[in-house]
């Protein structure tokens, strides 16, 4: 059995693909600094050692204890705006500590690693659907230091043989379908847990981020791919390196656009009641649509997305908000 070493594995995505890798048969290490990860969130089945990327010593310790087969690398920041306004933070922790965790691999003979990047490495998009091909010019600080990250790994392959996929996520949102894991921030910025706080009453409305986009009724497009989609990828693309695949980065997305209103429409649906919402101005360096080509992740991977309507990513999601209104921390 293989034994896969997930970095922040105690955070949103992290924890959703630790349940598909035991489903699968993967044995599975979790390593969080618990920073924005929970532990409440870390499946049973997993061993938690709890501690820090940026620790050498910490990373080192494990790989010879753990001999692990594959690295899994979720821990960085991820907040946009807090990005734009303390970059150095960004670096130090999302660059800095990746730079310590591939030494650490290079030093104790680990060479796959999947790494979970981001649509931001794209920026303002050139066209739509996005390839991976196009220009990677990022708009934002959190942006960049992912696709620093990458560039990092193709000049560590060439020097230590490094064998690496990254995943460029769009929008991930959705909860895990046995209800026991989903999408818990502090402070939450992203669209869909927002919405369902507001249905469930933990906020008074939501904030329609501009409605004067070029789009067609003005709110910006997102492309929103399912947590649990984006954690069957992660297993994929662990497979691909077992079994050879080449060095490579996969856009992760459904291939379809939502406007913020239609998003606030959907899940009025699916709750059944009015959600109330205000317009506000736009929010600082947000495209004003983000629409993935999924199709490499498809063909090479194998990738194979089950939940492509947003009514069924919303009915996870409004699972998970309704029964934990206040997520992990039940006193908070
Ligand atoms: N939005 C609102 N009101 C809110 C929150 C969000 O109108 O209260 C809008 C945003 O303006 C945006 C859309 O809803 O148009 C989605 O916003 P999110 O914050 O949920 O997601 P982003 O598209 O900004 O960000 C996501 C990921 C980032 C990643 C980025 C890639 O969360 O990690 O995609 O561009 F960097």
New binding site residues.
Partial sequence: MSKILVLGGAGYIGSHTVYELLDEGFEVVVADNLETGHRQAVHPGAALCVGDIRDKAFLDGLFRRERVDAVIHFAAY?L?GESMADPLKYYANNVGGTQVLLSSMVANGVDKLVFSS???AYGEPKRIPIEEGDPAEPT?T??ATKLAVEQMFKWTALAHGLRYVALR?????GAHPSGHIGEDHSPE????P?VLQTANGTRPE?????TDYPTKDG??V?DYVHVCDLAQAHVKAVRYLFAGGENSVFNLGNGVGFT?RE?IRAAEEVVGHKIPAVY?G??RG??AA?VASGSRAKTVLGWEPHYESIHTILETAWRWHRARPNGFDEDR
Avoid: K, Q
């Fill in positions: 991820s946009v981001t649509a931001a934002n959190y942006g996520y769009f929008n991930a949102c910025t992203h669209l869909i927002i939501i904030e329609i981020f501009g709110s910006c997102r913020v998003v506000a736009r929010r947000d495209p983000l």
